[in-house]
C-alpha cells in the first residue's frame, strides 16, 4: 500500500500566536513570588519565545527593565523527531551559576513540549546549581511526555498523532512566526 505524501497545515498566525504569548504572560503573572523571577530560555526556539514573553511581561507589569534571560543549550531531537543524542544534551550556561537561584524564581521556556527529555534535563541541571523553585512555559504541548515533568504554563494544547510532527515557525530560525503541523500517512491509508 502506499502511504500519502505528508500535508502541512498551518495551525496559528503570528497574530494568533502573539495572543496566545499574552495569554501565557497573564498566566506567569499569577504565579509570579515576591522573589526576583529569571526567564530560561531552550535553545533553539524557546530563546526567542522567551524574549516574546518578556516583552508581554514587561508591558504588562509596566516594568522600565524586562526580566533577565539566560539562553541554555538542549538537544536531544532534531527537528523531524528523529532522534540525534541518545541522552539530551545539555550545555551549561555559566551566567547561571553566578545567580543566587536559590532566592529566584526561574522559567523555562520551550517551544513545544514532547516527550519532556529536554525540560527534565534543563530543571535537573538548574536543580544542581541550586534552584529552589523553577517554573516551565511552553507554546505547544502535544500531551505525549513521558518524563515526570509537566508545563506550568501552556499557550496551545495539540494531540496528534504520533508520527507527526509540530513545527514552531520563530524567528529568526524562520521568516514567521506560526504554528504548523506536518501530518504523514497512516498505516492502512491509500493513495
Known amino acids: 500500500m502506499n502511504r500519502p505524501a505528508p500535508s502541512r497545515v498551518r495551525l496559528y498566525d503570528e497574530q494568533d500566536l502573539d495572543s496566545v504569548l499574552r495569554t501565557m504572560a497573564y498566566q506567569a503573572l499569577a504565579l509570579m513570588p515576591a522573589q526576583p523571577l529569571v526567564l530560561v530560555g531552550i535553545q533553539r526556539r524557546g530563546e526567542p519565545l522567551a524574549r516574546r514573553l518578556q516583552l508581554h511581561l514587561q508591558q504588562l507589569t509596566g516594568s522600565a527593565a524586562p526580566l533577565p534571560l539566560y539562553p541554555i ?4 531531537y532534531a527537528d523531524d523527531l528523529s532522534l540525534l543524542h541518545a541522552h539530551t544534551q545539555l550545555t551549561e550556561n555559566p551566567e547561571l551559576a553566578n545567580l543566587n537561584l536559590a532566592e529566584t524564581t526561574l522559567l523555562v521556556v520551550d517551544d513545544v ?4 527529555h529536554s525540560l527534565l534535563r534543563t530543571c535537573a541541571y538548574l536543580a544542581e546549581l541550586g534552584a529552589r523553585r523553577v517554573l516551565s512555559a511552553v507554546l505547544v504541548d502535544r500531551h505525549a511526555c513521558r518524563q ?3 508545563a506550568h504554563i501552556v499557550g496551545i494544547h495539540l494531540q496528534v498523532a504520533e508520527q507527526d510532527i509540530v513545527e514552531c515557525h520563530v524567528p529568526p530560525f524562520e521568516a514567521d512566526f506560526s504554528v504548523e503541523v506536518i501530518r504523514h500517512g497512516r498505516a492502512g491509508d491509500t493513495a
Open 73 to 76: 543549550k538542549v538537544k536531544r
Open 113 to 116: 513540549l514532547y516527550e519532556g
Open 148 to 150: 515526570p515533568v509537566h
